[in-house]
């Protein structure tokens, strides 16, 4: 499988083409209204509103008037892409038809069928699409709560946080220790957090080459592991060290005032630790109503209907859907499959069977691109994976180059398919 801007754009076009059928409208225009500005969201209004034909209308509501992409975050620590490179504008989803409100959502009555703003707007809607990304859980990781990310980063919300990460990384002592408390299974990815220790290292390799990196662990295996520890050998051999739950990756505890981790009882004193805590579904879901005790939001796979409220459509990383990952790529497929449910059910228009894609890339070192993924079909009781794939250790060096060069393609594809 190889995608590129092109191809990704192709694809998409094609699958709107065919979704389109003729349509019977009603005098006042439906109301869509759309939490969330990111692969999810933006996809959904920008798809809607395209394939209605101006026959929905469309409002996407979002807190941040540039948006700032997660996947290629971990590519600017590692210093190969410029911040600015991962910022986006809404201009042309307004300019094709939606209204794009800069406020945050503060309160859903499923009832009443309203969504109500920090500023104090209220919209009512027929149909609410949910696509929030993702929070973090109280107490999950002892000693750290959201106050603290000022001086122990998660930079899993991107913008500040990463800029914030970056900047200490470059201000480490020569010699200085890095750590990651990793999250437990489910998490956001990208940014990866395995991703994210190769550019650390990589960044580190070029301004503080004998300091060393340290992953506490919850969890016994992650994703790609295998390539990431070739990588690591090959390219920061000595420089990074994985605890896992074993040696009491499980059991760990922050100090942010000292700067200081306590594994197993071992205190450690580190100079930067980026702390990724377990998370759930993002505020607003809760707030609706839709989420389940895990804090995800169960959905339909078959439509991303929430299983809670059936006029209630949740994308992305909020949803708990089965096995597609928690991406930028899983969110923007969700989208086109939510967003013609929802036409068809606005407009009477054609319903095909929903069908899923997600592709994960990972860079470890310049010019050495690795990826996972997989095709994804509904069954009655999970979103289900039907075929997949994933890099091998010990490909040649071109090989890895064009898995890299296919990534910059996929992230033109998408930020052009999401904004327009």
Same mark, same amino acid.
């Given at each position: 499988m190889t995608l590129n801007r092109r191809s990704f754009l192709a694809s998409s076009v094609a699958a709107a083409g065919v979704l389109y059928a003729p349509t019977v409208f009603s005098q006042a225009k439906p109301k869509v209204v759309i939490i969330g500005g990111g692969a999810g969201g933006a996809t959904?209004?920008? /798809?809607?509103?395209?394939? %209605?034909?101006?026959?929905?209308?469309?409002?996407?509501?979002?807190?941040? @008037?540039?948006?700032?992409?997660?996947?290629?975050?971990?590519?600017?620590?590692?210093?190969?892409?410029?911040?600015?490179?991962?910022?986006?504008? /809404?201009?042309?989803?307004?300019?094709g038809g939606v209204t794009v409100i800069n406020d945050r959502a503060t309160a859903v009555d499923r009832d009443a069928r309203t969504v109500t703003l920090a500023g104090g707007q209220v919209l009512s809607y027929d149909k609410l699409v949910l696509s929030p990304g993702i929070d973090f859980k109280d107490g999950a990781v002892p000693g750290w709560n959201v106050t603290d990310a000022e001086v122990m980063p998660h930079a899993y919300k991107a913008g500040p946080q990463t800029l914030l990460l970056k900047k200490m990384i470059e201000a480490m002592p020569a010699g200085g220790t890095f750590a990651m408390v990793a999250p437990p299974n489910p998490y956001r990815c990208p940014p990866g957090p395995y991703e994210r220790i190769s550019m650390v290292a990589h960044l580190l390799s070029q301004k503080n080459p004998?300091?060393?990196?340290?992953?506490?662990?919850?969890?016994?295996?992650?994703?790609?592991?295998?390539?990431?520890?070739?990588?690591?050998?090959?390219? /920061?051999?000595?420089?990074?060290?994985?605890?896992? @739950?074993?040696?009491?990756?499980?059991?760990v505890e922050v100090r942010p005032k000292t700067m200081e981790i306590v594994v197993d009882g071992e205190v450690q004193k580190v100079d930067v630790c980026n702390v990724i805590p377990a998370q759930m579904a993002g505020a607003i879901a809760k707030v609706a109503g839709v989420t389940n005790d895990a804090g995800w939001a169960p959905v339909d796979p078959a439509t991303m209907q929430s299983k809670v409220d059936k006029n209630i459509w949740v994308l992305g990383d909020s949803s708990a859907q089965g096995d597609m990952p928690k991406s930028g790529f899983s969110a923007n497929s969700q989208a086109k499959v939510a967003s013609m449910v929802i036409r068809a059910e606005l407009t009477g228009s054609k319903v095909f069977p929903a069908k899923y894609s997600n592709t994960c890339w990972s860079l470890i070192a310049p010019d050495d691109g690795?990826?996972?993924?997989?095709?994804?079909?509904?069954? @009655?009781?999970?979103?289900?994976?039907?075929? %997949?794939?994933? %890099?091998?250790?010990g490909e040649d060096a071109a090989l890895r180059k064009a898995t890299y060069e296919e990534s910059l393609g996929w992230y033109a594809g998408i930020t052009a398919d999401m904004f327009g």
């Open positions: 959904a209004a920008r /798809y809607l509103a395209k394939d %209605s034909k101006g026959a929905i209308d469309v409002t996407l509501v979002e807190a941040n @008037p540039i948006y700032t992409t997660c996947f290629f975050s971990n590519l600017y620590i590692g210093g190969f892409r410029d911040f600015e490179s991962l910022q986006h504008g /809404y201009d042309k989803l307004a300019g004998t300091a060393k990196i340290l992953i506490v662990d919850p969890k016994d295996k992650y994703s790609k592991q295998a390539l990431f520890e070739e990588g690591w050998a090959k390219h /920061y051999d000595g420089m990074v060290q994985w605890i896992g @739950p074993e040696f009491g990756g499980d059991k690795v990826k996972v993924g997989a095709s994804y079909e509904p069954t @009655p009781e999970k979103i289900a994976s039907v075929t %997949s794939f994933i %890099s091998q250790t």
